[in-house]
């Protein structure tokens, strides 16, 4: 119950740290640091994502002409 309590409290402090956190963030640097922690997985991560996307749109694409044109 105190925890409870305490965690209530506390949540507007968390997340307007957690925001001010984000906003300082220096994109490319970031990116910098993601690339060098994955490595060469994230050319398959990319393309994997590229693939995906694509089967998506021509899926919702179908399904549109099929079933809200025609």
């Known amino acids: 119950m105190a925890l409870s309590s305490f965690v209530e409290s ?3 402090g968390v997340s ?5 956190q984000v906003k300082r963030w220096d994109l490319a640097q ?7 922690n994955i490595g060469r997985d ?3 991560i990319r393309f994997n994502g590229m693939v995906i ?3 998506a ?3 919702l ?3 549109e002409r099929l079933f809200l044109v025609g």
Do not use: W
């Open 57 to 59: 749109g021509v899926v």
């Open 30 to 36: 970031l990116t910098r640091l993601i690339e060098m």
């Open 53 to 55: 996307g694509g089967l």
């Open 16 to 20: 307007k740290f957690i925001a001010d």
């Open 42 to 44: 994230l050319q398959y």
């Open 10 to 12: 506390q949540k507007s």
């Open 61 to 63: 694409h179908t399904v």
